[in-house]
């Protein structure tokens, strides 16, 4: 066949491809549309792939799970570092001079387990994933990919070495967390603190029996303040002319039981810490610490006499008694507890108001918290 000829098949066979997808030929410049096609295309079967699309799209995912393993390795050693810090820190502890200093260094410790613990949620999450894609591309890939097989493999033994390595790092973590809260719990209470009302409070007592006491009566000042919202101006009015011939700085007496219990009541709700009246056992401590001479105050109980006609007459004309705790007997016949009507009102009679331990430990956080950077 010559050249010619040869040249005439091929351009017969174009122009059999393009009539068959209706598109026009071109001759001499001029456009001639071609003949409709015999028959269409029939559509390629749902369930035909292409190998080499087949191939490219497995090296691609297994590219993008080598990428997410290559990233949770930078993280992993993240997550141990940040616990070898905090390892670190908290061991520290022990060597710092003060209460404060080692509240501090716990607060920062406490917050950086914290931060590590939600990590290691989370990085267990992503790499569970990682696990699932591994083992979802290991079915589907076959003989041709041999060398992605093998990384396939080794992929899957280091995310599950991680996923080991991290329920051991979650064990230890919550372990130094449960370490560090017991150090602070063992950390003493201050001995004493001024609260926002200026009410200085002292520790007393031991041990889990310890309490906080203001260590001095509360004020004609105190109580001024506590007078100036009061919603009836009569009583404030007689109470403010009760106060006004007495210093501010003076011990407040003359106040009935019922007045003093409202007076902790305001000022629990100004320094947001419960006060009360002591009962008999903490008013025996309060009683021993006071100086010569001190004044005697309400206690926070029912008073009940010993003798048994005497209850039986009080229980008869109705008449509820409270405890008064009068160490050097100012108003009874022997120092210690008595008893009197809750209406009444004693010249020396004061007020100590007591609170729990845990008191001092709170205010002591929120001082450092309000102080932190």
């Known amino acids: ?64 799970l080598l990428q997410r393993l290559t990233a949770e390795r930078d993280r992993r050693r993240e997550e141990h570092r940040a616990y ?60 041709a990919m041999a060398e992605g097989a093998q990384l396939l493999r080794e992929a899957d033994a280091e995310v599950r070495l991680m996923l080991s390595q991290q329920v051991e790092q979650a064990r230890r973590t919550g372990l130094l967390q449960r370490q560090l809260a017991a150090f602070v719990n063992a950390i003493p209470a201050p001995a004493e603190f001024c609260a926002a009302s200026a009410v200085v409070m002292r520790l007393v007592g031991v041990g889990e029996n310890a309490f906080y006491v203001s260590a001095a009566p509360l004020s004609v000042g105190l109580f001024q303040r506590f007078l100036q919202p009061l919603p009836s101006p009569e009583v404030a009015a007689v109470w403010t002319a009760y106060a006004a011939g007495t210093g501010p700085a003076e011990a407040l007496t003359g106040v009935s039981w019922y007045e003093a219990r409202r007076l902790c009541q305001w000022l629990s709700a100004q320094d947001g810490i419960e006060y009360r009246l002591p009962v008999s056992r903490e008013a025996a401590l309060v009683g021993a610490a006071q100086p010569a ?81």
């Open 1 to 64: 066949m010559s050249a010619h000829a040869a040249q005439v098949g091929r351009q017969r066979a174009w122009a059999a491809w393009l009539a068959a997808f209706s598109l026009p030929l071109l001759c001499g410049g001029q456009a001639v549309e071609s003949r409709p096609a015999a028959a269409a295309v029939p559509p390629a079967a749902p369930g035909v792939q292409f190998r080499a699309l087949e191939v490219h799209d497995r090296r691609e995912a297994l590219a993008d």
């Open 293 to 373: 001479g001190g004044l005697a105050f309400w206690g926070d109980e029912a008073w009940v006499p010993e003798d048994h006609a005497a209850r039986r007459d009080l229980k008869r004309f109705g008449v509820d008694l409270v405890t008064v705790w009068d160490p050097r007997a100012v108003l009874a016949a022997q120092p210690g507890s008595t008893g009197e009507v809750p209406f009444a009102r004693y010249p020396s009679l004061s007020i100590y108001v007591v609170a729990a331990r845990q008191a001092g430990v709170a205010h002591r956080w929120q001082r450092l918290k309000a102080a932190a950077p």
């Open 84 to 143: 070898i810090d905090a390892t670190a820190a908290a061991q520290s502890l022990g060597t710092l001079p003060d209460a404060d200093q080692k509240l501090r260094v716990s607060m920062t410790v406490a917050a950086d387990l914290g931060r590590l613990g939600e990590q290691l949620k989370e990085s267990r999450l992503r790499r569970l994933e990682i696990l699932d894609r591994i083992q979802a591309q290991a079915a589907q890939t076959g003989p």
